[in-house]
């Protein structure tokens, strides 16, 4: 009975490990595939407002016209909300 007991613990160390070392390998994949990328948002980029209808986006993403930000192309069209 003690074998028995002591091959579960094996078993179950072994499975604890490989688990640990999977999670650990994707998250590492993913990080370097973010930093390959060079897109999207990074977690210091500064979020402005757009000034039709207020909502918060990326500066990345925003649209500069008439010296204010804009969500899209459209409401830079529109002009401030009366």
């Not at 070392?21 to 973010?34: E, F, G, I, V």
């Not at 930093?35 to 402005?48: C, I, K, L, R, Y």
């Amino acid at each position: 009975m003690a074998k028995f007991l002591i091959w579960v613990v094996i078993i179950l160390a072994v499975m604890m490990v490989s688990r640990v070392l999977t999670h650990r390998n994707a998250n590492q994949k993913s990080l370097r595939k973010r930093e390959a990328s060079g897109s999207g948002n990074t977690p210091g980029e500064s979020m402005v407002r757009c000034a039709h209808c207020q909502i918060y986006l990326p500066r990345s993403e925003a649209y500069m016209s008439q010296g204010k930000t804009w969500c899209s192309a459209e409401h830079a069209r529109l002009g401030l909300r009366k």
